[in-house]
T-cell receptor
Framework: DTGVSQDPRHKITKRGQNVTFRCDPISEHNRLYWYRQTLGQGPEFLTYFQNEAQLEKSRLLSDRFSAERPKGSFSTLEIQRTEQGDSAMYLC??????????????FGPGTRLTVL | DAKTTQPTSMDCAEGRAANLPCNHS???????VYWYRQIHSQGPQYIIH???NNETNEMASLIITEDRKSSTLILPHATLRDTAVYYCIVRVASGADKLIFGTGTRLQVFP
């Protein structure tokens, strides 16, 4: 257990529905990252926050995706009008940029999304 | 695109050393080599990182060649629980950068 939690762990939804995932990072970590992982591939970066500010978004993050971190603590990732191609594992990671430049990112267990 | 190349898969007998190679021929002077692993259905787990000196911790050893164009992760006594996908990543030491994963090496430890 890295201290990063994600909820739910599994989500099955029908195409066209909206889904929302939550990530709770390690409490003192100021940076929070979202990644997506499809079968047989390594995780791909989606977006990251420093405190409540969203500082970078990947081109993978289409306009159907939105992420928030309103108080600089937990974060949510919402997917609107889900498509079958959204089926993947969604991973959250957190990092403390204050403690050291080489400190690592700690990953949560992920949320596995299946779109029928 | 990932800046590293790794073999797709490797096997190792339980109790033996597992040596996982990684090529990073375009590594810059300020980039570190990081290793993560991902056990099935879990999030990636940090193992070790280094700049140019060899590093060792309770999980593994990291050997970086003098020209820094390649490295080897060594699990000294592999166990069945070490079966996982191992990712070699190069990144700048700012700590802010996103991690760029390749497809990694699938290590299978057999009894």
């Amino acid at each position: 257990d890295t201290g990063v939690s994600q909820d739910p762990r599994h989500k099955i939804t029908k195409r066209g529905q909206n889904v929302t995932f939550r990530c709770d990072p390690i409490s003192e970590h100021n940076r929070l990252y979202w990644y997506r992982q499809t079968l047989g591939q390594g995780p791909e970066f989606l977006t990251y926050f420093q405190n409540e500010a969203q500082l970078e978004k990947s081109r993978l993050l289409s306009d159907r995706f939105s992420a928030e971190r309103p108080k600089g603590s937990f974060s949510t990732l919402e997917i609107q009008r889900t498509e079958q191609g959204d089926s993947a594992m969604y991973l959250c990671a957190s990092h403390n940029s204050v403690t050291g430049s080489t400190d690592t990112q700690y990953f949560g267990p992920g949320t596995r999304l299946t779109v029928l | 695109d990932a800046k590293t190349t790794q073999p797709t898969s490797m096997d190792c007998a339980e109790g033996r050393a597992a040596n996982l190679p990684c090529n990073h021929s375009t590594i810059s002077g300020n980039e570190y080599v990081y290793w993560y692993r991902q056990i099935h259905s879990q999030g990636p787990q940090y193992i070790i990182h280094g700049l140019k000196n060899n590093e060792t911790n309770e999980m593994a050893s990291l050997i970086i060649t003098e020209d820094r164009k390649s490295s080897t992760l060594i699990l000294p006594h592999a166990t069945l629980r070490d079966t996982a996908v191992y990712y070699c990543i190069v990144r700048v030491a700012s700590g802010a950068d996103k991690l760029i994963f390749g497809t990694g090496t699938r290590l299978q430890v057999f009894p």
